[in-house]
């Protein structure tokens, strides 16, 4: 214990000044109660942005100019990126370099709140429509600062992977019938069936459970059955051991 206390002093002795002026302001930015104003920051952006969406029609007068709401909102917008902004900048001095640079997250945050800041700038132009879209990524952030949002987002990373594998396979299955079905129903319903295209998204929108649109045929017909066979699951997956439609 006296050891690890001497190491531990002669590090502290071995910082320069801006190393220990670094540590006292990392020590702030991650206090749990700057880490909190700051989520609640990011949400309250989120709900100013859901209200300029909702009102959107009424921030504007007969003649094109701004009405005092939207004045106030351009005006709120601002400081909250202002406010973003000099966050980052206390970000990137506390964990300055590797820590932040190598950071996803911090990455994540710098292109969020450069491209808030040209925004801004440029806002004046009739971007409208455009700042609001980079208004409402900037709850992205708040992925960051939660650890149970940062978990459910590495779970989902994770599982990226496996569901592509899935996707793939999907897609294969729909291939495969989409060739089936041009051969024995493309001459009857070429609306439907008659190419490899219309037939692969008529069976994505079977799939995807909307119904089709297909010309009166007797009941049952060879198209139905076909179209049970795809969407029916293995005999031994179904009750009794027998398919269902």
Not at 195 to 200: E, P, Q, S
Request: with cysteine; net charge positive.
């Amino acid at each position: 214990l006296i050891k690890t206390v001497k190491s531990e002093k002669k590090r502290a002795e071995a910082r320069t000044g801006f190393q220990r002026s670094q540590y006292r302001v990392r020590r702030i930015y991650e206090s749990l109660p700057f880490q909190a104003s700051v989520a609640l920051m990011i949400g309250a952006n989120f709900v100013s942005t859901i209200v300029e969406s909702q009102i959107v029609d009424s921030l504007s007068n007969g003649d094109g100019s701004k009405t005092d709401t939207a004045k106030q909102l351009e005006d709120l917008d601002l400081a909250f990126t202002l406010a973003f902004a000099a966050e980052l900048v206390i970000n990137a001095y506390s964990h300055w370099f590797k820590p932040f640079a190598f950071n996803p997250w911090n990455i994540l945050d710098t292109a969020i709140v450069i491209t808030s800041l040209v925004a801004t700038l440029f806002n004046s132009g009739g971007n409208g429509g455009v700042v609001r879209v980079l208004r409402a990524l900037r709850v992205i952030r708040l992925f960051g600062r939660v650890k149970s949002l940062r978990k459910i987002i590495s779970a989902l990373t994770l599982a990226a992977l496996p569901v592509l594998n899935v996707f793939l396979i999907l897609s294969l299955m729909l291939s495969i019938f989409a060739v089936i079905s041009v051969s024995i129903f493309g001459k009857d319903d070429p609306a439907n069936f008659g190419v490899f295209d219309n037939a692969l998204m008529t069976l994505f929108r079977v799939t995807a459970g909307q119904f089709l649109s297909c010309p009166d045929l007797p009941s049952p017909s060879p198209r139905s059955l076909f179209i049970s066979c795809w969407l029916s699951p293995p005999p031994s997956l179904s009750s009794g051991g027998s398919p269902t439609s």
